[in-house]
Structure formats: C-alpha cells, structure tokens
C-alpha cells in the first residue's frame, strides 16, 4: 500500500512576530513544498527514510517527527520518501510543512489534531500561522487564540512578485522568538504597526506602503540584518517594495525576502551584485 501526501511552503505577507502576542497575520500557500510518500510493508522491522540530497539536520528532524507518529499508529513500516520544492530553513514553514505531509502519509488525511500536536512538540512557541495557512493551502487570516479565517486577497495583489534567498540566518526560530519576547515591552509599538499592516492588507489598501511599513518595524525587532536591510534599500530605490518573510535573523543571512517590483531588470541587476538568489 503506497500513500503519497503533501504541504506547501507559506508566505507571511504580514504579522512576523506579532502573531505570538495576539496581533493579527495573513499568510498564503506558496507553490513549492514537500512531499512525503510512504510505502506500507509489514514484513520489514522498521521503517527506512529516503530524502536525497538531505542533510544530518533534517533527517533526524524526520525521524523526530516519525517517532511522534508511532505514539499514534505502531503499524508504521516500510519506506518514506521526502522531496522537497521548497528552500529549507529560509522561513518558508518547510519544517511545519514536513510535519503535516508526513503526518498524513503516516497517518491519514484526517490527522488535523494529531499533526497540531506533533508540530507543537517538536516546534516549541510557534504561534499557529504557519500551521494555519499550511494545513488549509489557502490564504488565512490568524490570531492567536481563534479560529483562522479564509479570506480571499484583492486582485493582482501578488502581480510581479518574487522571493530573494538571502542565506540561512545564524540563529534558529525558537531563539529568536525567545530574544524577542525577552524585549516585548520595549517593542510593543512595533507589533501595533505589524497587525495594523494585517487590517490594512484585509481592507484592501495598495501593499507598496504596507510593506514599506511592515520593513520598517521589523527593522526595530531587529531582525533583519544590515546587508539585507541594503538590499531592501535598493530595491526601493529601483521602484519596488519588500520583507523579509519568517523569522529573519540578527546575524547571517534573513532568510527569503519577498519582493513586489515591476522592473524586473533592475531587480536581476541588484541581485548580480550579491550572494542572493532569486526566485519567480
């Protein structure tokens, strides 16, 4: 018996770290993602992992989330196949999009409360939005504590848009989210003006100044790193507007940043000049 499942990557177009203190986010499914096929044998001992070209990292990630699956269902052997589209620690939700394409592999479609319960094992103080939009592959509006809302986004909203690689921070979520709770009063009003980017998206208003905003306070948490904030910089200058998306970093790379921009010349031209990647 062989059942394949999959999860797409997210996109936050606003909330980062204000959705953990109760501040609304929106957030989108991206069309790149990760795909789990598992394959029933019964007269194997134990369950074997396939995923190439992975790393150490993420295939005892794996096998973490496998062993949560057997607190569910014992009758899990075989082989499971992981490929992923999707860039991997860049705050694209690869690691909740492995959680539940894994889970329904392992435990079938219906798995919404078991998945919810093994990302928060394994994910420690995640605020929700990623597994919100992931599980339901739609465009969601979250806060925490409630049920997330579908909402369907105003037209061309996401007209020329692309992702830039920017590198793999050097400090992992969990830490991040934890240096910035340690500072939450004294960046309160940046959280105020990340869930008033949310409203303003939801309300239709035109996304350059949004995003223009929603940089500016992740800027104050302190997330995005110099090189990255100059690369923001002169993609404003040539006309467009952009975020870092997910958890960014203090030190090494942001992770991806998305950018909303109709010349896409200058944008490559940009881009020619770093260490980036860029994605359509």
């Given amino acids: 018996m062989k059942t ?8 936050i177009l606003s909330g980062e770290y204000a959705v953990v203190f109760g501040y609304p986010g929106i957030a989108i499914p991206a069309n790149c993602g990760i795909t789990a096929e598992y394959e029933l044998d019964l007269g194997r001992p134990d369950l074997i992992i396939e995923w190439p070209n992975s790393n150490a990292g993420w295939i005892e990630y794996t096998n973490e989330i496998v062993n949560k699956c057997k607190e569910y269902e014992d009758q899990i052997f075989g082989t499971l196949k992981i490929n ?9 939700g690869s690691s909740t999009a492995l959680v539940i394409a894994i889970c329904r592999a392992l435990l079938g479609e219906s798995c919404e409360l078991k998945a919810k319960e093994i990302e928060d094992a394994l994910n420690i103080g995640n605020s929700g939005i990623d597994f919100a939009v992931i599980w339901n592959n739609s465009a969601i509006e979250f806060r925490k504590g409630e049920e997330p809302k579908k909402v369907k986004l105003k037209e061309g909203i996401l007209k020329n848009m692309y992702l830039i690689d920017t590198g793999k921070p050097e400090q992992a979520t969990p830490e991040l989210v934890e240096w910035t709770t340690s500072r939450k009063d004294s960046l309160e009003e940046s959280f105020k003006v990340i869930g008033r980017c949310t409203e303003r998206v939801i309300g239709g208003e035109d996304l350059e100044e949004i995003i223009k905003d929603h940089n500016k306070a992740q800027i104050k948490l302190g997330v995005v790193p110099k090189n990255v904030q100059e690369l923001i910089e002169s993609i404003e200058t040539s006309g467009g507007y952009a975020k870092v998306i997910g958890a960014g970093g203090k030190t090494g790379g942001a992770g991806m940043v998305l950018v ?13 000049n770093t260490s980036f990647t860029l994605f359509s």
Wanted: charged letters at 15%.
């Fill in 4 to 11: 394949i499942s999959s999860a797409p990557a997210k996109i």
């Fill in 84 to 92: 992923s589209t999707a860039p991997l620690g860049k705050g694209m």
């Fill in 260 to 272: 909303i921009i109709d010349n896409f010349e200058a944008l490559s031209s940009i881009i020619s």
